[in-house]
């Protein structure tokens, strides 16, 4: 059932027995004069629990969770049996519609939470975001990609801290959680700050929908559901699970072209080779090194390089944490895992760091 997008009450259905809906909310005004509203899917449960909202494209370029989102939409058997579930595809619809990851002002929507009605254009439409949604919702789930030119391996980032956002982080199922509280204006601080415990997802490239990052996130939201009682299904727990506090990204020294000898969610150890930066012709400038233990969080898809360009994201594991990671057979409890690592790896290319075809007796000879 379709309510006409012009009632203020949205999140109201129609039909008060109904447990599916299709709405919308305005956020503002186009350049020419139209009424630019945010579709909104709603599955809701006749028994009281948890409203939670699960989101796509605040950044208007980063469309796996738009993919993942649509999924769960097409799926009739995903229906809660407790609260309300709030699906948005594209939250940022001015910067979906220019396949940007900024708005129209040039400004990034996920520094201008919570906004004001008097503001900016992103101010006023986080406002509206803000009042729409974030007031209703007990909990979030915000979903992301890397930024343009690098891929991210799937990882949650919460504030660990806060008791009922590291409930549904841990839940959600991804091996690698990055604690913090996220950037201030971010959506998921400032949502969380309100009372709404929200987590952000991060995962692959902008401009695709990945065949195992939307399984990731269709799996996270379902998991975080069956943890608040939503959803009956049993947890897809990962094999194992890192909590990483301090990331780094390791950055060229020189301009040059890369060739890669490490992967998205590669483990890796202090002092391993990362990437060697060689010239045009293939001689060796330098070889960029891991600065300690740590998870290939995301890198650079582009092996073309200038000095301070970022390479690889690195999440810092303990001695503890690289240990468990490396216990045989961890991978093989979990197939998504190994799939999407494979997945990712394809879109750069990995070589061995012994592996120099063009540095070998014979261009010593030239
Ligand atoms: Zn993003």
Redesign the pocket.
Known sequence: MTRSPNEKNWFEPLDPSGTSFDAAFEIGESYSGMNVRIPVHVRRSPNDGPTVFVTAA??GD?LNGTGAIRQLILDSTFQPTKGTVILIPVLNVLAYDRHS?YLPDRRDL?RCFPGSPQGTLAGRMARHIYDELVSRCDFGIDL??A?LRRTNFPNVRADMTNKSVAKIAKAFGVPLIISNRGPEGSFRRVATEAGCSTITF?GGEVWKVESTICEYIVRGVRNVLCRLGMLQDSLAEPASQSVVGQTKWVRADYGGFLRFHVAPGDVIEAGQPLATNTTLLGQEKNQLVAPFAAVVLGMTTLPSVSPGDPVCHLGQLSPAELQQTRQPGRSLHDSLHRRTKTELATNVHVVEPQDHPFLNDETENR
């Open positions: 605040l950044h980063e990851r996920n992301h990609t930024a991060e």
